[in-house]
């Protein structure tokens, strides 16, 4: 790799770890409605580059730890969203009793797919125990998604696979 190279990949890394830098920042200090909106912004993070010379680099490694530390916060904050109580609902008069499933649980199921695989566990998890319908149609298909060993670990016990399966049959 010559030199204009690999200063230009650690010119990128460097831009990426400040990048994740930011987004675990505001993750840690906002509220349940800001995350959501932080969330997004782990669609638009680069993907760290996978050539050897690349991975040997003291950057690349510095950077890899935060990202792991980032998807690792996003994941708990995808959980937290799902855990809360939003049973109060929004007032929607084209449904019945003026009440509606409200927002926050269905955009927090959707930021699951910006999470590596290695990460989904948790929030699908969650997200199969909410009680509303649309977020567990989503945790289905990400489990769908998993790969076969991941599926039958430890992360998704006897108890959450059988009712993905009662749920993937209504």
Request: charged residues 30%; proline residues 6%.
């Amino acid at each position: 790799m010559n030199a204009n190279r690999l200063q230009n990949t650690i010119t990128e890394l460097a831009k990426m770890k400040r990048m994740a830098l930011l987004i675990i920042k505001a993750l840690e200090s906002e509220d349940l409605y800001d995350k959501l909106d932080t969330l997004d912004r782990l669609n638009r993070l680069p993907e760290l580059p996978t050539d050897s010379v690349s991975c040997e680099l003291r950057e690349y490694k510095e950077t890899r730890d935060i990202y792991k530390r980032l998807y690792t916060i996003a994941a708990r904050s995808i959980m937290e969203v799902l855990n809360s109580n939003f049973f109060l609902g929004a007032h929607d008069p084209s449904h019945s009793f003026n009440y509606s499933d409200p927002r926050e649980p269905i955009r927090a199921a959707e930021k699951i797919q910006y999470l590596p695989k290695a990460y989904m566990g948790g929030p699908i998890r969650a997200a199969v125990t909410s009680p509303y319908p649309a977020v567990n149609k989503m945790a289905v298909e990400f489990y769908d998604e998993l790969p076969q060993e991941m599926k039958f670990s430890s992360t998704f016990p006897d108890e959450v696979r059988k009712k993905i399966r009662t749920l993937r049959s209504k």
